[in-house]
């Protein structure tokens, strides 16, 4: 993502190669693809990196702010048993369903009972009901929907435009990798002709501070933006759905839905849409065993527990066990309730630094019998790179470095995009888009595209766009006179 100007650091122009020269042509062909592409996805990738770089300070945002609910002035002695505390939470909006319930994990802390709120899709949140553990009485309550960190979410997920929005999100993160790309070749052939050019007089301008800032921010940090794009692109609607059909196709989820023949089996990671009460990604596709619901009893209702069921205290003591590592000053143990008489207890634990202890646990809401325990040694190699990754994206792997680096990706987009259109700006003539001109040399120009095709089969939703721009410049641009006056 470096400049697209051919012009060196600081100087006067340098005598380009001739027109008909290859490297010319190939020069110029990337360096009209880096051009539009930056224009038409930096608008979208500015607010991807300024709502993440918001994101990264959720959790102590929240902790702050949220204190007066989340924190008990005196200790807890003892706690009161959860289903006491749950139906002291459905007290508060009654006949709302329970959805999931987070216990403390120190005895100053509150239980969080997530009741089901009106929000839906894929970052649907919830009403929060914050209950006293030791008297089982509402602290207070707060609407998911509404909080600050929920907006911010929305906006870098979806740009609050529900599955259209994600689209476009995840099609603008794609062609930040190109960007990237062909930023990289045109900064390496620029630094090849200035090496073979002759020294000139330095010329001190404001569109060359801008270069020499634009090109320092994209050798500097463009490797940390690369891995903060593809760690997040695992969360997009058609690639990271296409990464996770790879990861159940390779055979690391266990068990899988051919052990479910006759069911319409569920996936984990149906079962909440709430970002503070999800399954990890690895185990989102992991089949929800049914529940043996012989000793079922008969009306209850969605988000209530079916007659003959065990407590939730119940079945979280019956999991306990099979749960791995989770000690509470580094990991959130949270149950999601049963949903109808086949629906299991899902006990997620949630560690707030190295995802090799999270683990995904379905219970028999009957008998308190794990039927599935997936955790870090069921998962593939994808898989634990993949959650790897997502540590990493969201800056809690290693403390606070982590997270300063992970800000700084985000600076270095905001810097590549303001400095890349304000060199356009500075440089566009009146009337014109200022695009570079077309390669001559077809064959040149059909070497690049090849290439292009190829990053558009890894990234299918960049492939369709460039399809669509091809079809535009050939049906359009290259046939309307004013248009090809303006985009060249």
């Not at 289903?83 to 100053?108: C, F, K, L, N, Y």
């Not at 009901?129 to 929920?150: C, L, S």
């Not at 620029?190 to 007089?201: D, E, L, N, T």
């Not at 292009?452 to 046939?479: E, Q, S």
Request: aromatic residues 8%.
């Amino acid at each position: 993502m470096t400049s697209v100007e051919t012009r060196t650091e600081a100087t006067a122009p340098v005598p380009s190669p001739p027109p008909t020269s290859s490297a010319s042509q190939r020069y110029r062909v990337v360096w009209r693809w880096h051009f539009y592409a930056g224009i038409f996805v930096a608008p979208v990738l500015l607010v991807l990196a300024i709502t993440g770089s918001i994101y990264l300070f959720k959790e102590p945002f929240e902790e702050w702010r949220y204190q007066d609910v989340r924190t008990l002035a005196e200790p807890a002695a003892t706690a009161r048993p959860l289903s006491e505390q749950i139906a002291a939470a459905q007290q508060v909006r009654p006949g709302t369903p329970v959805m999931s319930v987070i216990p403390p994990t120190s005895p100053d802390r509150t239980t969080r009972v997530i009741l089901q709120g009106s929000d839906t899709g894929p970052f649907a949140q919830g009403v929060s009901v914050y209950v006293n553990p030791g008297t089982a009485q509402v602290v207070g309550e707060i609407d998911d929907a509404a909080t600050f960190m929920r907006v911010v979410r929305t906006i870098h997920g979806e740009l609050m435009s529900g599955t259209i929005g994600d689209r476009v999100v995840e099609i603008a993160a794609c062609w930040a990798l190109i960007l990237a790309a062909t930023g990289t070749y045109l900064w390496w052939g620029g630094r090849r002709k200035r090496v073979k050019a002759a020294p000139v007089r330095k010329v001190r301008t404001g569109r060359a501070k801008l270069r020499r800032l634009h090109v320092t921010a994209g050798i500097g940090g463009g490797a940390v933006v690369v891995f903060l794009v593809l760690s997040g692109l695992p969360w997009s609607g058609v690639w990271g759905d296409g990464l996770q059909r790879i990861q159940d196709s390779t055979g690391s989820t266990t068990p899988s839905a051919d052990d479910y023949p006759h069911t319409s089996t569920p996936l984990s990671g149906d079962l909440s849409a709430n970002p503070d009460a999800k399954v990890p990604w690895a185990a989102e596709r992991l089949p929800v065993p049914p529940s043996d619901d012989a000793h079922a009893g008969h009306g209850a209702t969605h988000g209530g527990l079916q007659p003959g069921a065990l407590p939730v205290e119940n079945a979280l003591a019956a999991a306990r066990p099979a749960i791995r590592r989770c000690p509470p000053s580094e990991c959130d143990v949270k149950v999601l309730l049963p949903d109808g008489p086949k629906g299991v207890y899902t006990i997620v634990t949630d560690p707030r630094r190295d995802p090799a202890d999270a683990q995904t646990l379905h219970v028999d809401q009957y008998s308190g019998k794990v039927l599935t325990s997936y955790g870090w040694n069921e998962y593939g190699v994808l898989a634990k790179a993949v959650e790897q990754g997502v540590a990493l994206h969201e800056g809690r792997r290693y403390g606070v470095v982590n997270l300063l680096v992970m800000l700084g990706a985000c600076l270095t987009i905001i810097t590549l995009v303001v400095t890349g259109t304000w060199m356009w700006w500075k440089r566009r003539p009146r009337g014109r888009a200022g695009a570079p001109a077309r390669a001559t040399d077809r064959r040149t120009a059909y070497g690049v595209m090849v290439i292009m095709a190829v990053l558009g089969l890894l990234f299918p939703l960049a492939g369709m766009t460039m399809i669509v721009v091809l079809l535009v410049d050939w049906l359009l641009v290259r046939r309307i006179p004013r248009l090809s006056r303006v985009f060249g």
